[in-house]
């Protein structure tokens, strides 16, 4: 249990990071649109995208893994991509067009494998010690 506790309270860290890297280097996809909240939005964007990827996104891809299939899984892109950008949406202060949360949902996966890929290195050098 306590180890779920940490993939959680990790992930949702990773993903407010990710957030904020992603906003700041594809913007919003709005030309009008100004991100109005801060440093806690982005906690709080985290928070919401993390639950749903935790609680929400396995039956998501159990439902769509037919067309998973069929496109030989470019369809996690689109649902990683929806999936944040409906996560988004139920963040006051922050939106996003759905191309740039396609995008956003690569930058996600690649800040989750990096540090995940970083964890396993960690686990296996202090095993063989």
Sequence with gaps: MKKQVALFFARWILSSLGLWVAVRLLGTGYDDFVITSGLSGFFIAGF????????????????????????????????????????LMLTPGFSMSFGNSILTGIILSLVNYIVSTSFNIRRRYARSM
């Design 48 to 87: 919401i995208l993390a639950a749903v990827t935790t609680f929400i996104k396995p039956l998501l891809v159990v439902v769509s893994l037919p067309a998973i299939l069929l496109t030989l899984g470019l369809f996690t892109l689109i649902l990683n991509g929806l999936i944040v950008y409906y996560s």
